[in-house]
């Protein structure tokens, strides 16, 4: 008889408790083979003043079991409250968000019968790095920041998934007309990695016609990439055109740790009056059964799940008269299940797990040489509350010398100078461009030192710089717009 895992439960708040309860009745009905230590995460460790929202003894359970299965959190607005599923993923290196989004029609409603898609999400950069700024009294800066390692590891494990999986078909979305940079560099990983993989149809769209396109037809996607904000959109988007973002879970998958949840929130609303439907918790379950080797548990919850659904035993939130036949609180749902372990659907698609693949994907990055990389000038970010774009261009000016010159004023992006439009909106955060005198010339150090020392004397209030170079000749920054 094989020993039972041990793998890392949290409660979470809300709704968490009792469909966590639900959904460990279900999986030990079914003789899930599991050794749950528990931990607290969440609002109350938040209001302890651990801003974190996990308990520093918390992070020993989950680096030993390695496996967590969490229920929903809230976090406090507002504050200094860092979102807790973003520190257990980028801690425990959990760089891929998978969530599978299937329709179960005609027993729960969608207008997408055959909708059969699985967003494979990068999980620990982009926006959600979390570097933001307050600037100037009106404007304030979140920084994106995409990585070669992190889009190479994501877009591998996109199409090995799709491998393991027997899909056809990896999308990738991104907005790479306009970030030409950061999302240019993931779609550009996306053609390399995928020519390694000539089996599969691969396509890119823009994200928002993307988008559109998944909304309106699903069913002409199959497994999709993405940057990590987008797809922390587009899969809840993509679950409820399913059916319900209430029954959607997701795997969070590392080298070493791995993380199981559902994609819904913790729903303070509708906590302790057994309503909630512990459906997307549950499917969170199944991927961590099948990742755990418990492949064949995972397919008995499956099946007992399904029949349950295609009985037409409905929580509140998928309920529709007509359709449903019984309207069942969490408790009861969870029960129903259980009195269907090892029955199977009759007219929904019957789960297999019998070559089910396993989650984790052997990465290995092989960094390119470096590049020849040369400082050819400097942005420089100010305060200036005074509107007058030309006046204050000109008052840079002044402050040439030393081998460098103002090339562009800009203002959120678009030049203003010189040769600024007085139509162009004005806030008070500004962004000049300081090159060498030399066309692409190099520039020190000692040279920018020089140029803040005496913009510092003239009274300029400069917040930040950025340092622009080239790569083997290549510039590495954008333009602003109409530059």
Same mark, same amino acid.
């Given at each position: 008889?094989?020993?039972?895992?041990?793998?890392?439960?949290?409660?979470?708040?809300?709704?968490?408790?009792?469909?966590?309860?639900?959904?460990?009745?279900?999986?030990?009905?079914?003789?899930?083979?599991?050794?749950?230590?528990?931990?607290?995460?969440?609002?109350?460790?938040?209001?302890?003043?651990?801003?974190?929202?996990?308990?520093?003894?918390?992070?020993?359970?989950?680096?030993?079991?390695?496996?967590?299965?969490?229920?929903?959190?809230?976090?406090?607005?507002?504050?200094?409250?860092?979102?807790?599923?973003?520190?257990?993923?980028?801690?425990?290196?959990?760089?891929?968000?998978?969530?599978?989004?299937?329709?179960?029609?005609?027993?729960?409603?969608?207008?997408?019968?055959?909708?059969?898609?699985?967003?494979?999400?990068?999980?620990?950069?982009?926006?959600?790095?979390?570097?933001?700024?307050?600037?100037?009294?009106?404007?304030?800066?979140?920084?994106?920041?995409?990585?070669?390692?992190?889009?190479?590891?994501?877009?591998?494990?996109?199409?090995?998934?799709?491998?393991?999986?027997?899909?056809?078909?990896?999308?990738?979305?991104?907005?790479?007309?306009?970030?030409?940079?950061?999302?240019?560099?993931?779609?550009?990983?996306?053609?390399?990695?995928?020519?390694?993989?000539?089996?599969?149809?691969?396509?890119?769209?823009?994200?928002?016609?993307?988008?559109?396109?998944?909304?309106?037809?699903?069913?002409?996607?199959?497994?999709?990439?993405?940057?990590?904000?987008?797809?922390?959109?587009?899969?809840?988007?993509? @679950?409820?055109? !399913?059916?319900? %973002?209430?029954? $959607?879970?997701?795997?969070? /998958?590392? *080298?070493?740790?791995?993380?199981?949840?559902?994609?819904?929130?913790?729903?303070?609303?509708?906590?302790?009056?057994?309503?909630?439907?512990?459906?997307?918790?549950?499917?969170?379950?199944?991927?961590?059964?099948?990742?755990?080797?418990? @492949?064949?548990? !995972?397919?008995? %919850?499956?099946? $007992?799940?399904?029949?349950? /659904?295609? *009985?037409?035993?409905?929580?509140?939130?998928?309920?529709?008269?007509?359709?449903?036949?019984?309207?069942?609180?969490?408790?009861?749902?969870?029960?129903?299940?259980?009195?269907?372990?090892?029955?199977?659907?009759?007219?929904?698609?019957? @789960?297999?797990?019998?070559?089910?693949?396993?989650?984790?994907?052997?990465?290995?990055?092989?960094?390119?040489?470096?590049?020849?990389?040369?400082?050819?000038?400097?942005?420089?970010?100010?305060?200036?509350?005074?509107?007058?774009?030309?006046?204050?261009?000109?008052?840079?000016?002044?402050?040439?010398?030393?081998?460098?010159?103002?090339?562009?004023?800009?203002?959120?992006?678009?030049?203003?100078?010189?040769?600024?439009?007085?139509?162009?909106?004005?806030?008070?955060?500004?962004?000049?461009?300081?090159?060498?005198?030399?066309?692409?010339?190099?520039?020190?150090?000692?040279?920018?030192?020089?140029?803040?020392?005496?913009?510092?004397?003239?009274?300029?209030?400069?917040?930040?710089?950025?340092?622009?170079?080239?790569?083997?000749?290549?510039?590495?920054?954008?333009?602003?717009?109409?530059?």
């Amino acid at each position: 008889m094989p020993s039972n895992v041990p793998i890392t439960v949290a409660f979470g708040d809300g709704i968490g408790p009792e469909i966590m309860n639900a959904c460990l009745h279900i999986m030990r009905g079914a003789g899930a083979r599991i050794e749950a230590e528990t931990i607290e995460i969440g609002e109350k460790v938040y209001l302890r003043g651990i801003n974190a929202g996990i308990e520093p003894s918390a992070w020993e359970s989950l680096r030993r079991t390695k496996v967590f299965f969490k229920a929903p959190i809230t976090t406090p607005q507002g504050g200094g409250f860092k979102s807790l599923n973003v520190t257990t993923r980028k801690t425990l290196g959990l760089y891929a968000n998978v969530r599978p989004c299937v329709s179960y029609y005609p027993f729960v409603d969608t207008k997408h019968p055959g909708m059969d898609v699985v967003i494979v999400r990068e999980n620990e950069e982009d926006l959600y790095a979390g570097i933001e700024h307050r600037q100037t009294d009106e404007v304030y800066q979140c920084l994106k920041l995409i990585s070669r390692p992190g889009s190479e590891k994501i877009v591998r494990y996109a199409f090995e998934y799709a491998r393991r999986n027997n899909r056809k078909k990896v999308t990738c979305f991104t907005k790479d007309n306009i970030m030409k940079f950061t999302d240019g560099l993931f779609h550009k990983v996306f053609d390399e990695i995928g020519a390694e993989y000539p089996e599969f149809e691969k396509e890119h769209w823009i994200v928002d016609i993307g988008a559109a396109k998944l909304a309106d037809t699903p069913e002409a996607f199959d497994v999709v990439v993405m940057p990590n904000l987008y797809g922390d959109i587009l899969s809840d988007v993509a @679950a409820q055109i !399913a059916g319900s %973002v209430g029954l $959607a879970g997701s795997a969070n /998958i590392g *080298d070493q740790c791995a993380m199981f949840e559902a994609i819904h929130g913790s729903a303070p609303r509708r906590a302790g009056q057994n309503l909630a439907n512990p459906s997307g918790l549950l499917h969170g379950g199944l991927l961590m059964l099948v990742h755990i080797g418990q @492949a064949d548990v !995972a397919e008995v %919850v499956h099946n $007992a799940w399904l029949k349950t /659904i295609e *009985d037409g035993i409905h929580t509140y939130d998928i309920y529709k008269e007509g359709t449903s036949k019984q309207k069942v609180g969490t408790k009861e749902f969870a029960e129903a299940v259980v009195a269907r372990l090892g029955q199977k659907p009759g007219t929904l698609k019957a @789960a297999s797990y019998s070559k089910a693949p396993k989650q984790t994907v052997a990465q290995t990055y092989t960094p390119k040489p470096r590049a020849n990389k040369q400082l050819i000038g400097v942005d420089v970010f100010f305060q200036h509350n005074d509107r007058d774009a030309k006046a204050f261009g000109k008052r840079l000016e002044g402050i040439n010398g030393e081998g460098l010159k103002l090339t562009s004023l800009s203002n959120r992006g678009v030049k203003v100078y010189p040769e600024g439009f007085d139509e162009t909106f004005c806030s008070d955060h500004w962004r000049a461009g300081f090159m060498s005198e030399q066309a692409n010339g190099p520039v020190t150090h000692q040279q920018i030192v020089g140029l803040l020392d005496r913009l510092s004397q003239a009274g300029f209030d400069f917040i930040k710089i950025e340092n622009l170079y080239t790569f083997d000749g290549q510039k590495g920054f954008v333009a602003s717009q109409g530059e």
